[in-house]
């Protein structure tokens, strides 16, 4: 970070930097003093970096949100010996990650919820803070804490332990199948504390329906040539990486026609 | 004779962003950008067709963050003035690059181009697009749809309150603009799950779109795959996407827009130049960004060093060459598809506004040439617009569609994973409030009202799905980050003042002016 680069700056935007960087008494310095100690501070340790991302994508430098074209190579920037000679480029200086007020992530109900992500799996997120948690711990003292899911189109439940402090979790469920999920504390007896129960959801179909229409009847293998026409299903339209899931969605799809398609004509399934 | 139909269909969506707070705001620039190189060189084009006498027909959904953005008078203003440097920097272009013969021809089309682009701008659109869009709907070329009222991705959402508000504010204020009902709507990423034609029904809403798989994988089976509309068991009609035509343009391996002629998007002014030249155009961090002048063509599978001058000619004629090869290849496609459905085929081709012009810079040629060569060059297929389509073919199956997005995997995971379901806690704890609020307050002092009003729309902003998006394309992560919690402080802050009757005159009238989107909500829609 270069002396000129901060002169350029704001005393507020100073001030909000050296509150990135922990600089202490940063409100009764002067600006001069601000950009004294931020020289300092820089050169002592790395800026504070961004909370890292969990999805490792290749950083891109533009910011299209919306667009689906996605080119093959990230943005680089030209090598310098192609372009005009010129004066080195003055680095902009650090910008500080004003991520916006903290909130806090609970609010004090006892609250299950849970959502369709797709065909095979679900979210559950739970806030416990309405005094559940407590509760349950004197009730029931020692156990594990589980998401109950109730299979609503089958009959019966799968218990599934989770870490109650991470606040959520993620479930492979089966497609097309209807759920309903309690959180609480298996005890040491076997028993079950419900601290909170979910909604009814139910997960997408993943694949062609097994129902045929009388009125508007079309034919096994004439709705296989259809399915060819359209084309692959499972292109998420480009990119190097949506590529090999064009090839494994196609295959995916052969299979579920031949298997769901042939075997299910004229066999009861759920209506 | 007439084989079948192409239901042409550009989604333009932006973000509302709007930040007075500061003076120049490096995000505002999306809208600047594609003001200037996609919905002006749109309405050009389209003016030209009816100028012309050339028939034709599209459809768009213009977003309501879109919109109020679009007649915004800061945003205006700030647009001229971006405008007005990139003619200054166009012309400093023009004379820099005389003795260089390779870069001339297309710094030349630059001034000239957005020379054009005010005087359409100001002279024949009075600063306002809207109103042009508005008039080729009167005119029955084009037919606006409305989308999500902050193009919030539905299936996210936990309370049916939350889904109406969403489509009932997107209704109401398609009105304020356009001076009747919209009759279709654009799902934000066409996110659809069983039953939300319940709430378009309520909405008023006749039609939607849905990604290949929400129809194909519907209940019964489709007779007619994608080429009809089918009815969902309420009567909304939903019209799927086609494959083909999509691949055709979006494709980065096969698309057009790939072609080694086309311009590079990725050589700019802005980091290609002599630091001190371009930075009275940058913004105030002086950090080098797109301009929107590129000199360089795609050339082909090389390094962006190795990237050959860009011939703008030479483009233009690829543009019409592309336009030929689409409208043959559909023709080939309707007369296949008439003769296999026995029906005549409707072909829906939707795609994001921003690709024609702003990503690929020819795409409103492309545009422009197509509907011409379907007008004169042939009779196997017409354009038309769903509503149209349904008026002629009033029959159509019932299905129950399925479950889908048009976003990556086809469902809900771009939206919901581990960078960004931190946010739904949030969001629907707010949308619960919002309710429980609504439901209390039915006479509330003017002070109140404005507080809860404003309420809904940090609400509704705080759900823009652009966020999400943006935490799982981790660009600008910390932007998206910072305007979902903020609008879900705001919500919150504003939820206690009122409830302890103690608001903040002073902070609310700020946020008023900031937070500036929908002046017309009325937060009792969260009521019922």
Not at chain 2, 393 to 406: E, L
Not at chain 2, 477 to 501: G, Q
């Amino acid at each position: 970070m270069r002396r000129s680069e901060l002169k350029a700056l704001t005393r507020r935007e100073l001030y909000e930097m050296s509150k990135a960087y922990g600089l202490a008494g940063r409100s009764r310095m002067s600006k001069e003093e601000l950009i004294e100690s931020l020289c300092r501070a820089s050169a002592r340790k790395a800026a504070p970096q961004p909370r890292s991302d969990k999805r490792r994508m290749a950083k891109r430098r533009h910011r299209r949100p919306v667009v689906r074209v996605r080119q093959a190579a990230p943005q680089v920037e030209v090598p310098a010996s192609s372009r005009p000679a010129e004066r080195p480029a003055p680095q902009p200086p650090q910008p500080y990650v004003d991520r916006g007020p903290e909130l806090s992530p609970v609010y004090g109900e006892d609250k299950l919820q849970v959502m369709v992500r797709d065909p095979n799996w679900i979210y559950a997120y739970w806030d416990l803070s309405g005094g559940a948690r407590d509760r349950i711990h004197r009730e029931a003292g020692d156990g594990m804490w589980m998401l109950r899911v109730h299979n609503l189109s089958h009959d019966g439940y799968e218990d599934v332990p989770v870490l109650i402090e991470g606040g959520n979790w993620y479930l492979p469920v089966a497609s097309d199948t209807e759920y309903r999920l309690e959180i609480g504390l298996l005890d040491r007896s076997g028993s079950f504390h419900v601290a909170a129960s979910s909604r009814r959801i139910r997960t997408p179909r993943m694949g062609i329906s097994e129902m045929l229409d009388e009125e508007w009847m079309i034919l096994e293998e004439e709705f296989r040539r259809l399915l060819g026409i359209t084309g692959p299903l499972a292109q998420r339209l480009s990119g190097s990486r949506m590529l090999s899931e064009v090839v494994r969605g196609r295959h995916r799809l052969a299979i579920g026609i031949s298997s769901a398609g042939i075997s299910s004509i004229g066999a009861s399934r759920r209506k | 004779m007439s084989h079948g139909y192409l239901a042409f269909v550009l989604h333009a969506h932006l973000p509302f962003i709007r930040h007075p707070e500061y003076e120049d705001f490096l995000e505002e620039d999306w809208l600047f950008e594609a003001i200037t190189e996609t919905y002006v060189p749109l309405l050009d084009a389209f003016d030209g067709l009816v100028r012309d006498g050339v028939d034709f027909r599209v459809t768009m959904s213009l977003t309501p963050p879109l919109c109020e953005m679009l007649v915004d008078d800061l945003l205006r203003a700030r647009y001229l003035k971006r405008l007005n440097s990139l003619i200054e920097l166009a012309a400093r272009e023009v004379d820099r690059t005389k003795s260089d013969g390779v870069f001339h021809e297309a710094a030349v089309m630059y001034h000239e181009r957005f020379q054009k682009t005010r005087r359409i701008y100001l002279d024949r659109y009075h600063g306002n697009v809207l109103t042009a869009f508005k008039a080729l709907q009167d005119l029955g070329r084009l037919e606006i749809i409305t989308c999500p009222a902050t193009h919030g991705f539905l299936p996210n959402m936990a309370t049916p309150q939350a889904i109406r508000a969403q489509l009932r504010v997107a209704v109401s204020n398609y009105q304020k603009h356009f001076g009747r009902r919209p009759r279709g709507i654009w799902l934000a990423e066409c996110g659809y799950f069983e039953g939300l034609e319940k709430y378009l029904k309520e909405a008023g809403l006749r039609y939607f779109f849905l990604d290949a798989h929400g129809v194909l994988y519907g209940s019964p089976r489709p007779k007619y795959g994608v080429f009809a509309p089918v009815y969902c068991p309420n009567g909304v009609a939903a019209f799927g996407r086609d494959i083909e035509s999509s691949k055709q343009v979006w494709s980065s391996q096969e698309g057009y827009p790939g072609d080694y002629d086309y311009r590079e998007f990725y050589r700019d002014l802005g980091f290609d130049s002599h630091y001190d030249y371009i930075r009275p155009y940058l913004h105030g961090d002086g950090v080098r960004r797109n301009i929107g002048i590129k000199y360089h063509r795609i050339t082909g599978d090389v390094a962006l060093h190795e990237k050959e001058p860009y011939r703008p000619w030479v483009a233009r004629e690829k543009a019409a060459q592309h336009a030929g090869n689409f409208v043959f290849n559909r023709q080939h496609q309707a007369r296949y598809l008439h003769e296999y459905l026995g029906r005549k085929p409707i072909i829906v081709s939707p795609y994001d506004a921003e690709l024609y012009g702003h990503w690929w810079f020819e795409g409103p040629d492309f545009l422009n040439f197509v509907f011409r060569k379907i007008a004169h060059d042939q009779d196997d297929i017409k354009t038309i617009t769903p509503s149209e389509y349904l008026k002629r073919n009033p029959k159509n199956q019932v299905i129950q569609p399925a479950f889908s997005s048009w976003g990556d995997k086809g469902y809900a995971e771009v939206w919901l994973n581990g960078t960004n379901d931190w946010i739904y806690r949030h969001l629907h704890h707010a949308e619960e409030r919002m309710t429980a609020l609504a439901r209390r307050y039915t006479n509330p002092t003017s002070l109140m009202r404005r507080a809860l009003n404003q309420m809904a729309r940090e609400l509704l902003l705080a759900q823009s799905s652009d966020w999400a998006f943006i935490m799982t394309t981790g660009t600008m992560v910390s932007y998206a980050e910072k305007r979902t919690r903020e609008h879900v402080f705001n919500f919150l802050r504003l939820a206690d003042e009122i409830e302890n009757n103690r608001i903040d005159q002073q902070w609310l009238q700020w946020l008023e002016s900031k937070d500036s989107i929908f002046q017309e909500i009325d937060y009792r829609v969260y009521a019922r």
